[in-house]
């Protein structure tokens, strides 16, 4: 295996890793978002107000995109799997 083989498969790994949690963090992240400004307008300033409406967030978008995510990963490791012989004599 070459050097360039071995980036190439990293740099695949870190674009899936990124594309598969993007979803998840972006809900989390709108979430959190609204529930900081429904606490600003209301002044209530209590910290575990938001971690129950991110953590319902996260599991209905993860129960969402799980099929996505699991072909996702699947033909990902396929590939990886099928690549073997041809990485061997690289």
């Given at each position: 295996m070459t050097p360039e083989n071995a980036m190439t498969i990293g740099r695949q790994a870190l674009?899936?890793?990124f594309m598969i949690s993007a979803p998840i963090l972006l809900?989390?992240?709108?979430?959190?978002l609204i529930v900081s400004i429904f606490q600003a307008a209301t002044q209530i300033n209590?910290?575990?107000l938001s971690f129950i409406p991110k953590l319902l967030v996260m599991f209905l978008v993860i129960a969402i995109s799980g099929p996505?995510?699991?072909s996702v990963i699947t033909?990902?490791?396929h590939r990886l799997y099928t690549d073997i012989p041809w990485l061997a004599v690289s």
């Open positions: 674009e899936i890793t809900s989390a992240l709108i979430t959190g209590e910290m575990t996505w995510i699991l033909d990902y490791v």
